[in-house]
């Protein structure tokens, strides 16, 4: 139901860096992240953040390399992502929703994805 917009997707090298927003159309909804699925691969969450705890959520494999934060609104998430890897292509897919949760089936808005690449 609700509308995400997503921004900052693209082709990088490895080790370099990119940054994903999303704004979502409602003021503030409890959860806002990340989730990520690559061709042929289930879809995993990457990062998520309750608005009102101020609590995150980060994959093992992205740990100290990806932070998640509130952008200038609190309907807006940032991903800021470094040292990227070839293993990080993947259609980034923004969410948000009522329930903290991990589990892809527990969101009900999406955004349309952005593709990000990392290859040499």
């Not at 609700?2 to 003021?27: D, I, K």
């Not at 989730?35 to 998520?48: M, N, S, T, V, Y």
């Not at 740990?63 to 070839?86: E, Y």
Request: include cysteine.
């Amino acid at each position: 139901q609700v509308q995400l917009e997503e921004t900052g997707g693209g082709s990088v090298q490895p080790g370099g860096s990119l940054t994903l927003s999303c704004t979502a159309s409602q003021f503030v909804i409890p959860v806002m992240g990340w989730f990520r699925q690559a061709p042929g691969k289930e879809r995993e969450a990457i990062a998520l953040f309750h608005t009102g705890a101020l609590y995150t959520y980060y994959r093992d494999s992205v740990k100290g390399r990806f932070t998640i934060s509130q952008g200038a609104a609190t309907n807006t998430v940032v991903l800021q992502m470094s040292r990227l890897k070839p293993e990080d292509t993947a259609m980034y897919h923004c969410v948000a929703g009522s329930q903290w949760s991990t589990l892809s089936r527990d969101y009900d808005s999406w955004g349309q994805g952005t593709q990000v690449t990392v290859s040499s």
